[in-house]
Nanobody, 122 residues
Framework: QVQLAESGGGSVQAGGSLSLSCALSGRDFTPHATGWFRQAQGKEREFVAAITRVGDLVLYADSVKGRFTISRDNAKNTLYLQMNALKPEDTAVYLC???????????????WGQGTQVTVSS
């Protein structure tokens, strides 16, 4: 069974940093493009960042550009999201996803993790 499992969420004050990880099990990570999305309470799922299979192209939402960095280690079947200069509006459940292409659209990803909560206080 293919699974994605996020870790690293938590609570931090504004201006702080958190690092999220997402481990893929049950399948080789390499063929999949991967991405991070987030969903705040009462809001729709929102694109955060995506990276291609070999990491030659990355995409970021304008709201996180310059503060967040996506990366992956195919040897470890793991995706990462380094989040710096966090703001209260970054508070959400963060989900990782895997699919055929690195895009901003949730519908292009067919494997999803359960999510990890990130809370940023002012």
């Amino acid at each position: 069974q293919v699974q994605l499992a996020e870790s690293g969420g938590g609570s931090v004050q504004a201006g702080g940093s958190l690092s999220l990880s997402c481990a893929l099990s049950g399948r080789d990570f390499t063929p999949h493009a991967t991405g991070w999305f987030r969903q705040a309470q009462g809001k729709e799922r929102e694109f955060v960042a995506a990276i291609t299979r070999v990491g030659d192209l990355v995409l970021y939402a304008d709201s996180v550009k310059g503060r967040f960095t996506i990366s992956r280690d195919n040897a470890k079947n793991t995706l990462y999201l380094q989040m710096n200069a966090l703001k209260p509006e970054d508070t959400a459940v963060y989900l990782c996803a895997a699919g055929q292409r690195a895009t901003m659209r949730p519908g292009t990803y067919n494997i999803w993790g359960q999510g990890t909560q990130v809370t940023v206080s002012s």
